[in-house]
T-cell receptor, first 117, second 113 residues
Framework: DADVTQTPRNRITKTGKRIMLECSQTKGHDRMYWYRQDPGLGLRLIYYSFDVKDINKGEISDGYSVSRQAQAKFSLSLESAIPNQTALYFC????????????????FGPGTRLTVL | GNSVTQMEGPVTLSEEAFLTINCTYTATGYPSLFWYVQYPGEGLQLLLKATKADDKGSNKGFEATYRKETTSFHLEKGSVQVSDSAVYFCALYGSGNTGKLIFGQGTTLQVKP
């Protein structure tokens, strides 16, 4: 079974709709992240969470919100989707114990392709 | 702030050709450097990493050396295969434990038989 799972894998929605993307992990990691990928722009960080009570904005958080329901679950919401939020969204995790190298390495889910019409 | 710049793609090579994908960075202190690979339809996977100057990361025939004097971490492979076709991302993790990876824009590699 995959260590980091994302649901749904694909979603088409309309402008103005509320959308939730979900991420679950079985790696036992404390740190979780949401990124979006756009062609030519690489990955950009939306939100990140170092534990259940610690949530931080990334570089492009406007129009998004998150919820860390448990150590293993981190959801991303688009309250009112717009077409320029069409992108590939990735969840990632990393540990916070052990060597610095272990903290640095992030493990990614398979991605959710979101299309907003 | 921290940033990563990769060579633009796509890069198209014939099988068994030599590969170089350039990556340079801007960062304060001593960042850790990574190459991630994204195969079609999949998420990113860590390919290799280096945590201090002059370290060489290697995996699956790929290598990259952390060059602090030139702020570079170029990815190389001596003989590419069709199965290496993917998008490659250079990334850095800044010193100070900010918890954030900074990614380059990605370079698409296409290897033809």
């Amino acid at each position: 079974d995959a260590d980091v799972t994302q649901t749904p894998r694909n979603r088409i929605t309309k402008t103005g709709k509320r959308i939730m993307l979900e991420c679950s992990q079985t790696k036992g990691h404390d740190r979780m992240y949401w990124y979006r990928q756009d062609p030519g722009l690489g990955l950009r960080l939306i939100y990140y969470s170092f534990d259940v009570k610690d949530i931080n904005k990334g570089e492009i958080s406007d129009g998004y919100s998150v919820s860390r329901q448990a150590q293993a679950k981190f959801s991303l919401s688009l309250e009112s989707a717009i077409p320029n939020q069409t992108a590939l969204y990735f969840c990632a995790t990393s540990g916070d114990r052990g060597t610095v190298t272990l903290i640095n390495e992030q493990f990614f889910g398979p991605g959710t392709r979101l299309t907003v019409l | 702030g921290n940033s990563v710049t990769q060579m633009e793609g796509p890069v198209t090579l014939s099988e068994e050709a030599f590969l170089t994908i350039n990556c340079t960075y801007t960062a304060t202190g001593y960042p850790s450097l990574f190459w991630y690979v994204q195969y079609p339809g999949e998420g990113l996977q860590l390919l290799l990493k280096a945590t201090k100057a002059d370290d060489k990361g290697s995996n699956k025939g790929f290598e990259a050396t952390y060059r602090k004097e030139t702020t570079s971490f170029h990815l190389e492979k001596g003989s590419v295969q069709v199965s290496d076709s993917a998008v490659y991302f250079c990334a850095l993790y800044g010193s100070g434990n900010t918890g954030k990876l900074i990614f380059g824009q990605g370079t698409t590699l296409q290897v033809k038989p």
